[in-house]
């Protein structure tokens, strides 16, 4: 009974970071909607994607060391119903700045909630739920971007301000159902130390900066691709917009089969940089014939759904090592804000990048952007993996007893 009780609180909170995963994934979905009601230009109108990361670009560490002060699940409720009124604003937008403008509160209530979220599941579940928990934790991005893609069909029914007022009701009345799901949760112990201090400590260590810098080049890549994907099929191949973000849909989902491939592989005891390695590597050959303009349709959807299965392996394999890196256990939240902080960047600056080179030399200087920000993973990756060796060595063993003492205490911490 406890364990059953334990996996619905679970996937409660997991299910508070699928309904704000649809808010990353509405916006390229409605993106060539919105960009035609108020006379956007594409460089304009990407954007509406990338604002929604702006706050979370600037603040994920402040978000995670105050996940540590004020209490997970307090955070996780509030960003749910910031995201709610955001979404509520920004189906009113009269033109494009009150639209970004709400896109960026809803990425601060975005943030709260998978900032948080990670703290909620590790007060809920037991030592041996914990790698399944976290496993399916690691799939809301996915998921939550598959099934508001899939809601195609009602963006061009209601229009996309009637979308947005659909999206605000149920992050509201999620918020509610959290609330009250996870009130047996205790309060999780609180810090300490200085807010400042914990912030100067995580980042004086060069392991938090690897892992949010490698998460930078993941969603910048991953975004640039994904973000236009919609409108792309459109344009190029004529589709209709619902058979367009079926499509991408289908591609999106693939991607939490790479998540939980991902922790399979780690699992076996594959080396964690060699993943990352041959996952950018990997990245960057799909995306260079993704969009060859000569590319037949069926050979450059394949690829994008095979870039999407081997992206999924990144996230996990990251989300792994923050125990791992973070200075103490005591600053494994703040080690996850920066880790999403980094997360954030590249959502902000990734699909910018990319609308500006497709306005400027059309969608295959796409492909140079993926392949550029891939080479930089890969080059993260090897250093991750040549820190991980020195760590390793007799020389090293106070470098790595963090994360010994850390693996020891991974049940509650």
Not at 32 to 37: F, H, S, T, W
Not at 180 to 193: C, D, K, L, P, V
Not at 196 to 212: F, M, N
Not at 375 to 398: D, E, I, K, Q, Y
């Amino acid at each position: 009974m406890i364990a059953q009780r334990n996996w619905r609180t679970i996937l409660l909170v997991v299910g508070a970071g699928i309904v704000s995963a649809f808010q990353v994934g509405k916006a390229p979905a409605a993106l060539g909607i919105v960009q035609a009601d108020l006379a956007l230009d594409l460089a304009t109108a990407a954007w509406m994607l990338s604002a929604f990361g702006i706050v979370g670009a600037l603040g994920g560490i402040v978000t995670g060391v105050i996940v540590d002060h004020l209490g997970a699940r307090r955070l996780a409720v509030g960003g749910l119903v910031l995201q709610g009124l955001a979404c509520g604003l920004g189906a009113m937008a009269p033109d494009a700045a009150w639209l970004l403008a709400s896109r960026a509160v809803e990425g601060l209530g975005f943030l709260a909630v998978v900032v948080a979220a990670p703290a909620l599941i590790d007060a809920t579940a037991t030592p041996n739920q914990a790698p399944r928990a976290f496993a399916a934790w690691s799939t809301f991005m996915p998921v939550g971007i598959t099934l508001v893609l899939l809601g195609a069909p009602l963006l061009e029914a209601m229009g996309w301000r009637g979308f947005w007022l659909l999206n605000a009701a149920i992050l509201l009345g999620y918020a509610v159902l959290l609330e009250r799901g996870t009130r047996a949760i205790a309060r999780a112990r609180e810090t300490r130390s200085r807010l400042v201090g914990d912030i100067v400590e995580t980042l004086g260590s060069p392991g938090p900066w690897l892992l949010a810098g490698l998460f930078a080049a993941f969603t910048a890549v991953y975004f640039a691709v994904f973000g236009f994907l919609p409108t792309v099929l459109e344009e190029r191949w004529s589709l209709a917009p619902a058979t367009a973000s079926l499509l991408t849909a289908i591609a999106v989902l693939v991607n939490a089969g790479g998540n939980l491939a991902g922790g399979a592989l780690l699992a076996r005891g594959h080396s964690a940089a060699r993943i990352l390695q041959v996952a950018f590597a990997a990245l960057a050959v799909c995306g260079l014939g993704i969009f060859i303009e000569a590319a037949p349709a069926l050979l450059a959807y394949g690829l994008c759904v095979a870039f999407s299965c081997i992206g999924g392996l990144i996230p996990t394999v990251l989300f792994n090592l923050a125990p791992r890196e973070t200075p103490r256990p005591e600053l494994l939240g703040a080690t996850t804000g920066w880790l999403m902080q980094g997360n954030n960047l590249g959502l902000t600056l990734g699909p910018v990048a990319a609308g500006w080179l497709a306005a400027q030399w059309g969608w295959p200087a796409i492909s140079l952007l993926v392949a550029a920000l891939s080479v930089a993973g890969c080059l993260l990756a090897l250093g991750l993996g040549r820190r991980a060796t020195s760590a390793s060595t007799p020389g090293m063993a106070a470098g790595s007893s963090t994360g010994t003492s850390r693996t020891a205490t991974n049940g509650k911490s």
